[in-house]
């Protein structure tokens, strides 16, 4: 349980409305949540309880990012694919993500824990997939991992019930029908997913208070009317937001405006899905319709920018997206398409806008790259005004960066040279809700050697388990490729990728 934590002669980052940074500063914590910041010495804990002090003198405070899309499956396929666009990657995953047992989904989600954790990132959205179905036992077994490495997690249990083949604009003979015949078939069963969702809502939804649930539809373009108009009525009937995939690719654009006509986004305003609760990853293919549709809802767009360069999914319109008044959170994605370093993905997206806006002007800076990570990430996963920021009233998951290492020296600029330098190695302590989850850069919580350990051995015999599903996506691969390079060579009115020089 968290108690009193002082920390002491910080440089403090605050990232509220104003940006101060207190050098030194004091933080004092309470049941789990800041209850004062300010210069050493004019501060300090009140009441009887004694507290735990951290001297933090040449540390660095900054509120815990939050990792706002995810896929926890991805743990075990570190590292499996390459060179490969999202439509042929989707292949694979479908292949090689299948047939868990629920010790390889706890696996998966407590991997990706240990990197979040000890690298800055206390809270996490996890859009969970468990293929070939949802069962209570693997999505147990997820939430239970977010439960033992002491993390703050929404979980969006992934669903669609449309079969690959009614996703994909692929044409009559662009796939010969031995291999398309495995793509097509019965749509999924809906009533298993949202007996899912209520055995989620009634074991974990509020435990601990940090884990929480959301609807997670993968995808407009894979999900049926049926699913989608039930989906909202389940929305309704319990409060909850939804995260879904939107626009990540051109194949999916070109297919929006067939479903509705404000495509995919004024469909899911339409059935009341779209709001302050929901977000959507990726949000590359979007339209100024889109954008507005997206800006009027109030949601929340998920940018993951190193996952949209892996797959050569294109280039997401941050700078366009945020001159709307769109909150933008920041995400890895799973890790088969690259790490979990938040750091890095705030050093990407700014980096990237750079590249999108000739105007150095209009760029947006350190202190905004590091709110995206932060502030934004929290209303992602439910706790908009609630956390990422140092300030009193505000829940208290906090890291100290040691700034004795070659990143952080000569320290003239923290904001700067967290977001622009540093990767997150320098992290030596982590609270959420004011409960140490690292010392000293150790988990507290967590046997890493022994769990890295199984790790290892649980990778392997999947591939062993899934090597006649993976060798069958192989061959699928060059049609698939086809359709791609056919979709891509159309013009459509949105260019989201860098021209060669």
């Known amino acids: 349980m968290a108690g009193t ?114 690298t800055g990132t206390t809270g996490v959205l996890d859009h969970a997939s468990n293929r070939p179905a949802h069962r209570p036992e693997l999505l147990d077994a997820q939430f239970q991992a977010y439960a033992d490495s002491g993390m703050r997690a929404a979980l969006a249990p992934m669903f669609s019930d449309l079969p690959y083949l009614e996703t994909v604009p692929l044409e009559n003979g662009e796939m010969p029908e031995d291999l398309a015949k495995g793509l097509r078939g019965a749509r999924a069963d809906r009533a298993n997913y949202f007996a899912c969702m209520r055995h989620l809502l009634d074991t974990w939804h509020g435990r601990h208070g940090r884990l929480g649930v959301l609807l997670g539809v993968d995808g407009v373009q894979r999900c049926s009317d049926e699913l ?56 590359i293919w979007a339209s100024d319709r889109d954008i507005a549709i997206v800006r009027e809802a109030g949601a929340t767009a998920v940018h993951a920018p190193a996952s949209n360069l892996f797959t050569g999914a294109g280039i997401a319109p941050v700078q366009k997206l945020r001159r709307a008044g769109i909150p933008v959170a920041l995400a890895s994605d799973g890790v088969n398409t690259c790490n979990m370093l938040m750091l890095e993905k705030a050093r990407l997206a700014a980096m990237l806008a750079r590249a999108t806006e000739p105007d150095y002007e209009k760029w947006f800076d350190a202190g905004d790259a590091l709110e995206m990570a932060t502030v934004n990430g929290a209303r992602a996963i439910g706790y908009g005004g609630a956390l990422g920021r140092i300030e009193a009233g505000q829940i208290a998951d906090l890291v100290l960066y040691d700034t004795r290492g070659l990143q952080l020296t000569p320290l003239i600029d923290p904001m700067r040279q967290l977001c622009f330098y540093e990767t997150g190695g320098a992290v030596e302590t982590v609270l959420v809700g004011g409960e140490i989850m690292v010392r000293d850069g150790r988990l507290t919580r967590i046997d890493e050697t022994a769990l890295l350990e199984e790790v290892k051995e649980a990778a392997q015999r999947l591939l062993r388990d899934n090597k006649g599903g993976i060798d069958l996506a192989t061959q699928r691969i060059p049609h698939v490729h086809a359709m791609v390079q056919r979709v891509m060579a159309e013009p459509c009115g949105i260019h989201r990728f860098a021209s060669e020089i």
Not at 78 to 101: P, Q
């Open 228 to 283: 989608l108009r039930e989906t909202s009525a389940f929305a309704r009937e319990h409060g909850l937001g939804l995260h879904s995939h939107m626009l990540e690719t051109k194949t999916q654009m070109v297919m929006a405006g067939k479903r509705h006509r404000d495509g995919f986004t004024g469909y899911l305003a339409e059935l009341g899905l779209l709001g302050d609760k929901s977000s959507l990853a990726h949000f």
């Open 5 to 118: 934590v002082w920390i002491r002669n910080a440089t403090v980052v605050t990232l509220d409305a104003a940006r101060r940074v207190v050098d030194p500063g004091d933080v004092v914590i309470a049941d789990g949540r800041i209850v004062a910041v300010g210069p050493s010495g004019t501060i300090r804990p009140t009441g009887p309880a004694s507290a735990e002090v951290i001297e933090a003198k040449g540390r660095i405070v900054l509120p815990g990012m939050v990792n706002a899309h995810i896929h926890s499956y991805a743990g075990l396929l570190k590292g499996s694919v390459d060179r490969t666009c999202l439509d042929v990657f989707m292949l694979y995953v479908i292949a090689a993500a299948s047939e868990r047992r629920p010790r390889d989904a706890y696996l998966s989600a407590m991997i990706g824990c240990i990197e979040m954790l000890r």
